[in-house]
């Protein structure tokens, strides 16, 4: 972990819907190069801290930097332009009269290009682009295993390979952070073992940080150096895997006592 300024770093979090209390004074770091799990039983906030995060809702109060600089009032387009920070949703979207490339290079167009109508441009530089864009999609689809159905169109994939598709589409802009929401969700347990693994190669060999809602507990093992639980819109507790696992709380918090 990086002892200098985190990648993320969110002070006194809070969003209400009337009486309900979403997120309450939540606080929370992400150091450079790490790992991050947020659990928490269904209705705890996880959800609503995301979209407080990344711009896509208003939180009520606190702030939000990414690399020293407050991003809090940013909208979720330049989060993702100039920050570079991305997140899934629970929902896999894709193109899915595109095939594979095509929506890999769709995704990176945003980044490279000032917008997508711009790639029909006429010169050398703009096809250096493309070709540019090509190449590093392939690399990506390589990455996540999709090499034999890369010419596919999307739509005919399994809900488990789309997943890889969007994954491997919120590597094109070569992200600091990605932030996921259950990832895991809906796939089978070679599908499952993929993502791990894509994970782990994105963080180590490409130096991206992510932040994961996870409701499988062996993968968030596997995945995540330190974990953190939000219940009720609270932070509940926070540690290594095991060790909030083994909390008291987190057990009386899950299983609703």
Known sequence: MSGGVSVLDI???SKSYGAVKAVDDVDLHIDHGEILGLIGPNGSGKSTFFDCTTGLARPDGGK???EGQDISDWSLNRIAREGRMLRSFQKTVVFKKLNVEENLVIAGQMFTFGGVL???GIGRGTRAKVKGLREHARELISLVGLDQVAHMPAGNLSGGQQKLIQFASMLMPDPRLIMLDEPMAGINPKLIER?????QYANQKMGVSFLIIEHNIDVVTSLCSRTIVLD????????TPAQVIANDQ???AYLGG
């Open 11 to 13: 002070k006194g979090m």
């Open 64 to 66: 939000v930097s990414l």
């Open 118 to 120: 711009s790639t029909f």
């Open 195 to 199: 993502v791990v693994e894509t994970i």
């Open 232 to 239: 009720r819109g609270r932070k509940l507790c926070e540690g």
């Open 250 to 252: 987190v057990r009386e």
